[in-house]
Nanobody
Framework: VQLQASGGGLVQAGGSLRLSCAAS????????MGWFRQAPGKAREFVAA????????PYADSVKGRFTISRDNAKNTVYLQMNSLKPEDTAVYYC??????????????????WGQGTLVTVSS
């Protein structure tokens, strides 16, 4: 499975961005997909995830109410709509995918496949 993330960029505080992550390869085996982020000097952290049939969408407390994750299985793509962005949202955002049916989607070690990352910079 290959993941290609896109949509990052520079935005002012309060603005919005939509990240996309397109999967290719053995996509029929995929179940959960997630977004993580890593700020300079910090560990990678969970942002949001979505189960295969959209019935489970956990969010980190820091983004709840501002970010929305969604997926289009026909296009093998997962999205992260980010609104009301804050400077502390600045990070490299990574998408990830797993073929594990019952998995803790908030954990990094759940995901065997990762995208290359896309940089989001929020200016104050």
């Amino acid at each position: 499975v290959q993941l290609q993330a896109s949509g990052g960029g520079l935005v002012q505080a309060g603005g919005s961005l939509r990240l996309s992550c397109a999967a290719s390869g053995r996509t029929l085996s995929l179940h959960g997909m997630g977004w993580f982020r890593q700020a300079p000097g910090k560990a990678r952290e969970f942002v949001a995830a979505i189960s295969r049939n959209d019935d489970y969408t956990p969010y980190a407390d820091s983004v709840k109410g501002r970010f929305t994750i969604s997926r289009d299985n026909a296009k093998n793509t997962v999205y992260l709509q980010m609104n009301s962005l804050k400077p502390e949202d600045t990070a490299v955002y990574y998408c990830a995918a797993t073929d594990k049916m019952w998995a803790l989607l908030i954990r990094t070690d759940t995901y065997p496949w990762w995208g290359q990352g896309t940089l989001v910079t929020v200016s104050s």
